[in-house]
């Protein structure tokens, strides 16, 4: 069992090695050998290859007789070092565990942690003395006057340019972890949309593996959220629609396809003509650029909503559709799916 366990920070390399080095092994005089010294950071004194870490390092603490913790900023910030500190605390008692703060730090870091009285610092002489009487104690042989004054001397000048050399902690910020925890946000939605992905086209795999004809082929490998898609955007435009009357609905046909409605005849049909009337008087219907010619007045909410949900449609269409949709829709009804059609506009909007 080791008679010294040293809880440090890897990332706290160099200042490990020199306090190791000089205040225990060759100032305390530690025999490697013996077992006397145990930190992981140590080639001949860490971790067994293949031992489970965690373990491993609990067993050696509750086995030491002293247990020296090296406390920086890092040490501060490493769950594990927090871990071993604990466990110290709690398993070894105040007696045998020695806490060192290193220069610059305060021991208010440490409140709710270890008592302050507990607490000392890496570059004050009294307290490297009673560290080394504790080590002595611990191991069961005391290193002489000399030798510890020689090197404990060494370390002294050495610490404070040490210190101010140890790196700063990385500790993320409230908006570091709110911007982390959106990223696995979207990567979870990512993979919830890869996942039924997946699942639709082994749907769409079985479901054609048994079919022949090419429209049957198309009806089943079309995702059936672009079908929805394209069903929902018919239904919003042909709702938007019937809120209109119905010459001023003509008006809008004729603008988002990109011409002027013509006036209706008086002599050949008086009804449309008369409708027309009304909605200009009514201020639904404008005059177009031309005498005989009107178009739509989108100052009116609903008529701007029945303009913008027919474009939303046709962009749709022009952009997003997949080629199995109109294969699908030329089958279904017989006609190639172009709004610019009048069966095919008066099918999916107006019947």
């Not at 008086?266 to 404008?286: I, M, N, S, V, W």
């Not at 650029?289 to 989108?298: E, K, R």
Request: hydrophobic share 40%; aromatic share 8%; glycine share 8%.
């Amino acid at each position: 069992m080791p008679g010294v366990f040293v809880s440090h920070a890897s990332a706290d390399g160099e200042y490990v090695e020199q306090f190791v080095s000089n205040v225990l092994q060759l100032g305390c005089d530690l025999d490697l050998e013996n077992g006397d010294l145990f930190y992981t950071s140590g080639a001949d004194t860490g971790v067994p290859p293949g031992a489970d870490l965690m373990s491993y390092v609990r067993k050696q603490v509750g086995a030491a007789n002293l247990v020296v913790a090296l406390i920086t900023p890092t040490y501060l910030t490493r769950p594990i070092c927090m871990a071993e500190l604990g466990a110290a605390w709690g398993m070894v008692g105040d007696d045998k565990l020695f806490p060192l703060l290193a220069p610059g730090m305060k021991r208010g870091d440490l409140d709710g942690i270890l008592p302050s009285l507990l607490i000392r610092f890496s570059n004050e002489r009294d307290a490297l003395d009673q560290l080394h009487e504790r080590v002595g104690n611990a191991v069961g042989h005391h290193s002489g006057t000399p030798t510890w004054g020689r090197h404990v001397r060494k370390w002294e000048r050495a610490v404070d340019d040490l210190a101010a050399t140890l790196p700063a902690p990385q500790v993320a910020s409230v908006a570091d972890l709110e911007k982390l925890e959106e990223k696995v946000t979207q990567s979870d939605q990512v993979i919830d949309d890869m996942e039924r992905q997946i699942a639709e086209l082994e749907q769409q795999l079985s479901a054609v593996s048994s079919l022949k004809d090419p429209v049957d082929v198309a009806r089943a490998i079309l995702p059936t959220d672009h079908r929805n898609r394209f069903d929902a955007l018919v239904a919003q435009a042909y709702k938007a629609l019937q809120r209109l009357r119905p010459i001023v609905r003509e008006a809008v046909r004729w603008d988002v396809l990109g011409s002027e409605m013509p006036w209706p005849d008086a002599f050949e049909d008086q009804g449309t003509h008369r409708d027309a009337k009304k909605a200009y008087d009514d201020g639904e219907l404008l005059g177009g650029s031309a005498d005989d010619t009107l178009v739509p007045d989108y100052g009116f909410a609903k008529v701007s909503a029945a303009r913008d949900a027919l474009q939303e449609l046709m962009t749709f269409l022009r952009k997003a559709a997949e080629p199995e949709l109109f294969e699908v829709f030329q089958a279904e009804y017989g006609m190639p799916l172009d709004l610019k059609k009048r069966q095919v506009w008066d099918t999916l909007l107006t019947s």
